[in-house]
């Protein structure tokens, strides 16, 4: 139940363990994903029961019959968007943005992973409106969108989207210092008038830097040239040679 000015009001939910009427209302709406129709995504969750995940953006939702990961590497792909894997290699190296599951990170939006394994729900930080715990569950009431059952507390969800925005307020820091300026992360941040990103906002992670200017993409393109030549074909060599 959502509890308003101190009343009862039933809602109506999205669960990625649970089919229900809302999942019927959502996939009835869903177009099928492109890559390149979509400009900035709020969330991407696991359908219950079905193959494949929901992708909600401000504009659409979208069906994408891959997982969410796949469906994460197909988008990056066709913007040519850093590789995650390379990325989340070079994040958890600083040791200040986490050793968990790492956040997904493009110049211009990020999302952050709730969960583990195939039920991972991937979701925009500053697409959350608010948070709201009853009875022991928290929910996340999108700005522009669904609303959804989370696997976590409210405190780890904190935590987590904190870490998140940290990078990629970093990462925008690197890629755009000549037209932003700022000395905070939040400063780099376009940060909503909501309750949720009120609470974000007073975190200290986004109030200080953490790494000097520049490392992350330094670091991300000596990574991803390792990883280049780590993966190059031994004939593609032997032909060069």
């Known amino acids: 139940m959502f509890i308003t000015d101190g009343s009862y009001k039933e809602f109506m939910y999205l669960d990625n363990l649970q089919w229900?009427?809302?999942?019927?209302?959502?996939?009835?709406?869903?177009?099928?994903?492109?890559?390149?129709?979509?400009?900035?995504?709020?969330?991407?969750?696991?359908?219950?029961?079905?193959?494949?995940?929901?992708?909600?953006?401000?504009?659409?939702?979208?069906?994408?019959?891959?997982?969410?990961?796949?469906?994460?590497?197909?988008?990056?792909?066709?913007?040519?968007?850093?590789?995650?894997?390379?990325?989340?290699?070079?994040?958890?190296?600083?040791?200040?943005?986490?050793?968990?599951?790492?956040?997904?990170?493009?110049?211009?939006?990020?999302?952050?992973?709730?969960?583990?394994?195939?039920?991972?729900?991937?979701?925009?930080?500053?697409?959350?409106?608010?948070?709201?715990?009853?009875?022991?569950?928290?929910?996340a009431f999108m700005d522009n969108g669904p609303v959804i059952l989370l696997p976590l507390t409210r405190r780890s969800i904190l935590s987590r989207t904190e870490i998140t925005c940290s990078a990629l307020a970093t990462l925008q820091r690197d890629c755009f210092q000549i037209v932003i300026t700022g000395e905070r992360p939040l400063d780099y941040l376009e940060v909503p008038n909501t309750p949720f990103s009120h609470s974000l906002s007073k975190r200290a992670a986004l109030l200080q830097f953490s790494i000097p200017f520049g490392e992350l993409v330094q670091q991300y393109q000596k990574a991803y040239s390792l990883h280049l030549y780590q993966t190059f074909d031994v004939d593609d060599l032997t032909l060069i040679s």
């Open 20 to 139: 229900s009427s809302q999942w019927d209302l959502y996939w009835n709406q869903a177009l099928a994903f492109d890559s390149l129709k979509v400009h900035e995504i709020d969330c991407i969750i696991t359908i219950p029961e079905k193959e494949g995940v929901l992708v909600f953006s401000e504009e659409d939702i979208y069906y994408s019959p891959n997982s969410a990961f796949t469906t994460l590497e197909h988008f990056s792909s066709a913007y040519s968007f850093a590789d995650y894997t390379v990325m989340s290699t070079c994040l958890k190296s600083f040791g200040c943005f986490g050793q968990y599951k790492s956040p997904w990170i493009c110049p211009f939006f990020a999302l952050c992973p709730l969960e583990g394994g195939y039920h991972t729900i991937w979701i925009n930080p500053l697409k959350i409106y608010k948070l709201q715990t009853i009875d022991g569950e928290t929910y």
